[in-house]
């Protein structure tokens, strides 16, 4: 569902208009519910009702994204391990369900060449927007090389982009227990996106197009996508990283 736009003076007349144009929304001076804002030259997904829900952004140069950069397992974390990122640098990995693109940014700050798959245009916007800011961190110099954003379905994007080492997967999952829908962006996530019902579908094309691997972050407890079993599975500290290898690293 595309969402409104909040107007505000600070934001760009024209950035705001490549927004709308390229994800679909609505500019407004008046908002109910889930929106987009601008706070602070970045743009924010917040809730008109839910002032202590906290705005939601993509902040790759900020403070978790680059204490985990920087103090983070790096390749002996469970997603680098599980996409051979331990056994390769620059590997070529197109991330069909990118979210807010963490995942994809550890494996970009780790050395692969990641592309992000988003269709939800609340949440793209969100990515493109950090997308910008981020290349204007000295720090990430190398970020406009290794990460771009493609708004569209997974399916589509899976027919349609060129072979690639690695396709990574980690579609919604209903959480098991209430506790987990106190999280901020977990509860925005269930809000906004949905649940990805149709994420079954994404394992054959991507056993198609990934030259090396497909890897799926699931839940500890979630069964297989697609009911198939994968190759090996790498057991990290909250999820598990299904891996179906078509070829070796
Ligand atoms: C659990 S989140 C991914 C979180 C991400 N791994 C991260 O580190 O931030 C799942 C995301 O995948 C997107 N998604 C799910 N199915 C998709 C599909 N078929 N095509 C494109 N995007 C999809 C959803 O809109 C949602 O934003």
Redesign the pocket.
């Known amino acids: 569902m595309p969402l409104n736009l909040l107007h505000s003076p600070e934001l760009n007349a024209d950035y705001a208009a490549s927004l709308c144009q390229q994800f679909g929304l609505t500019l407004t001076t008046e908002i109910n519910g889930w929106h987009l804002a601008w706070l602070d030259d970045a743009l924010v997904l917040r809730h008109s009702e839910l002032p202590k829900q906290g705005d939601i952004l993509v902040d790759f140069a900020g403070g978790a994204a680059s204490y985990r950069r920087q103090y983070g397992g790096g390749k002996s974390e469970a997603i680098a391990k599980a996409c051979g990122l331990n056994k390769k640098r620059d590997l070529t990995v197109l991330?069909?369900?990118?979210?807010?693109?963490?995942?994809?940014f550890v494996l970009a700050s780790l050395g692969a060449s990641v592309t992000m798959?988003?269709?939800?245009p609340a949440?793209a916007a969100l990515l493109h927007d950090g997308l910008r800011r981020g290349k204007q961190s000295a720090e990430l110099s190398w970020l406009g090389e290794r990460m771009q954003l493609v708004h569209?379905?997974?399916?589509d994007a899976l027919q349609q982009q060129a072979a690639v080492d690695v396709v990574y997967l980690?579609?919604?999952f209903p959480p098991r227990d209430k506790t987990a829908l106190v999280k901020k962006e977990m509860r925005a996530?269930h809000d906004v996106?949905g649940s990805?019902t149709?994420?079954d579908a994404?394992l054959a094309p991507a056993l198609q197009l990934a030259q090396k691997r497909v890897v799926v972050?699931r839940p500890g407890y979630a069964e297989f996508l697609a009911a198939t079993a994968p190759t090996m599975s790498v057991t990290g500290k909250n999820n598990r990283f299904d891996v179906y290898i078509n070829a070796a690293i």
């Open positions: 991330d069909a369900t990118a979210g807010l693109g963490r995942d994809a798959v988003e269709r939800n949440v569209s379905s997974a399916l980690d579609p919604m996530f996106v990805d149709d994420a994404l972050k």
